[in-house]
């Protein structure tokens, strides 16, 4: 009992100490946002109502708005608009149909769907039943789905009609109580077949409480769960818990940001990815609505920003690309000038195509490094953009970062390091995995394996993963670097770099290149080209000419895929 009680006095002290900086960083967002002109009376009682239950489910947020704003829209998808009212009304709904079904606290359900409506409210539903939601691919074949599935201990899925092949290709490896849960999104149910389904509707015929207590959304055990991409082998689940300090840490991060509470948010990358996720998480935060794109199509994309009046997204780079890859006529045919923040991450952002992208619609796009178990932890704006081509930004307010060569000492500015990162959003560890945990830690730091190198002003670059340096006659040459200069050269649409094995050097660099339609290019041309600009034991011994680059669905090249080229 006594160290109880120290431990609660020692809390009580931190908290005093860093009460008057959490004051400021709240202050500066609600007038930042405007979140501070935006509450009414219902809004703030609900508000303080939370804040005093020293909850931080994300489910709250639902809630807060429902009380604050209950007639706005919320969600807008398949040209269905659904109100903050009626949103959390259904997460309610939901939540009781769920743990009616044996899925509460401390248990998991996937979610295995394209991006739509549900996939939101039962990652809420989930939350404030105090359970996990467990997030994957939709495109995830019978295999990932078993491994997923038994992994995380999921007691049920919520999938699409379309979908259900892969779990009855699985349905051996899958266990009974996860086969008991297996929602359908729709009215219509299987009842016949390797598989028996349950109509998702039917979790939303139960009754909201009428007493909405906190107690359910108190509870910690409440998670997201988001399995890594698996680009080099296993997938890892990062579990995201919700501790006292995750809403500041946001709020952190949106003060640095020109995002506002009567902003329109797109959702166009995967849901069950972290940008996209995180994004939408932050937008539901400020009370802004959303936009719900199924699946991203540059045209589409464009159309939909205009019809919607759309001012923020998230894209990847890719998306970017593909963007700035449609005829001219078709993009001035589309009014985009309400987008006033596009932020792009997921994978690495050419200083090429950062520049491209603002010259054609304006100084509007950000750039953010994260990670699924890092949170967001740099953020480079439109000035660092052009002052820092390649630049990931500087650190968020929150994070400590350092870099550290192969002896876990601190490099010097310009030398690169192993990215290691401090704050306040680490994900509470992998599931079911302590060694991978115990891998990726280093005194209270986390570290998913990227290079990168800091400049004297403090701008971060990445160089790439530490599994793909090349070490070739004994010189470490790091794929980011090579990219960026191959990326210079006019003709070059896109490209990647590896280390194929070598008997002379250990490793040689091998270049793969996209060329940008309609230009010629040879290899001597860009060997020339990396020469005027790298050393020689950079400069790739070899050039292979491809018409696109294999990439997961979120846009990470894959680059054992180009391995398996040869």
């Known amino acids: 009992m006594l160290d109880v009680f120290r431990t609660r006095l020692k809390t009580i002290g931190t908290d005093l100490r860093e009460m008057p900086e959490r004051v400021r960083t709240t202050a500066r967002l609600s007038q930042q946002t405007g979140m501070l002109w935006s509450f009414t009376k219902p809004g703030v009682v609900e508000l303080v109502r939370v804040l005093a239950s020293g909850s931080q489910n994300p489910s709250l947020i639902y809630r807060i708005n429902a009380r604050n704003t209950p007639s706005k829209p919320a969600i807008v998808w398949r040209g269905r608009v659904t109100t903050w009212g009626e949103l959390d009304e259904r997460i309610d709904r939901l939540s009781t149909g769920l743990v009616r079904r044996g899925i509460g606290r401390k248990k998991s359900v996937i979610m295995m769907m394209r991006n739509r409506q549900e996939f939101v409210e039962i990652g809420a539903a989930a939350a404030r039943a105090g359970a996990a939601a467990v997030a994957i691919s939709w495109r995830s074949t019978a295999k990932e789905l078993a491994y997923l599935a038994n992994h995380s201990g999921a007691r049920g899925i919520v999938t699409e009609p379309e979908l259900l092949p892969a779990i009855e290709q699985a349905k051996d490896e899958l266990s009974p109580a ?17 598989v028996r389904t349950t109509a998702l509707d039917r979790l939303y015929e139960d009754p909201a409480p009428k007493n909405k207590s906190l107690d359910a959304a108190n509870d910690e055990d409440a998670a997201v769960v988001i399995y890594t991409s698996g680009t080099t082998g296993k997938p890892k689940g990062a579990v995201r818990k919700f501790p006292k300090d995750t809403m500041q840490a946001t709020f952190r991060f949106i003060n640095e940001t020109p995002l506002r509470v009567d902003d329109v948010h797109l959702v166009a990358c995967p849901l069950y990815h972290s940008t996209a996720f995180g994004f939408m998480t932050f937008s539901a935060m400020l009370g802004q609505t959303i936009v719900i794109m199924e699946e991203f199509k540059p ?12 001012t923020t997204t998230a894209l990847v780079p890719t998306m970017l690309h593909r963007v700035l890859e449609l005829p001219l006529a078709t993009r001035k045919k589309y009014d985009s000038r309400t987008l006033r923040s596009v932020f792009s991450g997921g994978a690495p952002l050419p200083a090429p195509l950062a520049l491209d992208f603002m010259d054609a619609y304006g100084d509007i796009l950000f750039n953010f490094y994260g990670a699924t178990e890092t949170g967001v932890v740099t953020l480079a704006k439109p000035a660092d953009l052009r002052a820092a081509p390649g630049t990931i930004g500087k650190a968020l307010p929150g994070n400590e970062i350092r870099l550290l060569g192969d002896d876990r000492r601190e490099v010097p500015p310009g030398q690169v390091g192993e990215l290691f990162v401090r704050n306040k959003m680490l994900v509470a560890g992998y599931h079911n995995d302590a060694a991978a945990t115990e891998q990726s830690m280093l005194d209270g730091f986390f570290s998913v394996g990227d290079l990168a190198r800091c400049d004297v002003s403090g701008h971060y670059f990445i160089e790439g993963r530490k599994r793909d340096m090349v070490i070739s006659g004994g010189v470490n040459v790091y794929p980011a670097e090579v990219e960026g200069a191959l990326e210079q050269h006019p003709a070059v649409a896109e490209c990647a770099v590896i280390g194929v094995p070598d008997r002379e050097w250990g490793e040689r660099v091998r270049a793969f290149v996209v060329k940008k339609a309609g230009t010629s290019l040879d290899e001597g041309e860009l060997k020339a080209f990396v020469r005027e600009r790298l050393a020689g034991a950079k400069v790739p011994r070899d050039f292979v000419f491809i018409d696109a680059l294999p990439r997961n669905p979120t846009g990470k090249v894959l680059k054992r895929e180009l391995r398996d080229l040869g």
């Open 299 to 310: 045209e589409a994309f464009l159309q939909v920003v205009e019809r919607h009046s759309v």
């Open 178 to 194: 996860f086969l008991e849960n297996v929602f359908v999104v729709g009215s219509e149910a299987v009842t016949s077949g390797p």
